[in-house]
């Protein structure tokens, strides 16, 4: 059972670059999400996903586009990087989108850089 | 809106030294409230929740929570900590927004811990 499984470990990108952040779990969870890491700001809701087909916003969406076509896949893409996208990506899961009783399992991450 | 704050950045004890790492948080209904552990190079795991009932919650680790409405906290302890404890903490808060509950993080405390 592996859990959260995020693609690339690493990235550097230039400017203006597209590239796809890949996230993909086997414990079929309805709910996946993407969270976005700075120093000294914590964890910070890009995207979520409550099922197949179905995506919202979190906190912090703009550049980022994502798209749920299956229970175990939910890509983050981002359009033309910025210097300000440079940051460390983790993707979550869990059972159900609308109770806390199913904790968050996350992927160990994928860190970003834009240059 | 729902907010966390966790004060210190920064904490180090020494070995066998007992730890408390503060949160505070805002919310306006009864909060469901989280600690996550992040170790280096890794995503966060869950040390422990409190959505109701007895006030001081225990979890892995053998880390503890005390969850006090009237200072709007949730502090985690642990009585001895061991060198392992080293990481990253995150307190975190379930927000509620349209049907579907979020998760809210603070900042993070990182601790280091002295032999």
């Known amino acids: 059972n592996a859990g959260v499984t995020q693609t690339p470990k690493f990235q550097v990108l230039k400017t203006g670059q597209s590239m796809t952040l890949q996230c993909a779990q086997d414990m079929n969870h309805e709910y996946m999400s993407w969270y976005r890491q700075d120093p000294g700001m914590g964890l910070r809701l890009i995207h979520y996903?409550?099922?197949?087909?179905?995506?919202d916003q979190g906190e912090v969406p703009n550049g980022y586009n994502v798209s749920r076509s299956t229970t175990e896949d939910f890509p983050l893409r981002l359009l033309s990087a910025a210097p300000s996208q440079t940051s460390v990506y983790f993707c979550?899961?869990?059972?159900?989108?609308?109770?806390?009783?199913?904790?968050?399992?996350f992927g160990n991450g994928t860190r970003l850089t834009v240059t | 809106a729902q907010s966390v704050t966790q004060p210190d950045i920064h904490i180090t004890v020494s070995e066998g030294a007992s730890l408390e790492l503060r949160c505070n948080y805002s919310?306006?209904?009864?909060?469901?409230l989280f600690w996550y552990v992040q170790s280096p190079g890794q995503g966060l795991q869950l040390l422990l929740k409190y959505f109701s009932g007895d006030t001081l919650v225990q979890g892995i680790k053998g880390f503890e929570a005390e969850f006090k409405r009237s200072q709007s906290s949730f502090n985690l302890r642990k009585p001895s900590v061991h060198w392992s404890d080293a990481a990253e903490y995150f307190c975190?808060?379930?927000?509620?927004?349209?049907?579907?509950?979020?998760?809210?993080f603070g900042a993070g405390t990182r601790l280091a811990v002295h032999p």
């Open positions: 919310y306006g209904a009864t909060p469901y």
């Open positions: 996903s409550v099922g197949a087909g179905i995506t």
């Open positions: 975190a808060v379930a927000a509620f927004s349209g049907g579907y509950n979020k998760l809210i």
């Open positions: 979550a899961s869990r059972f159900t989108g609308n109770t806390v009783n199913s904790p968050l399992h």
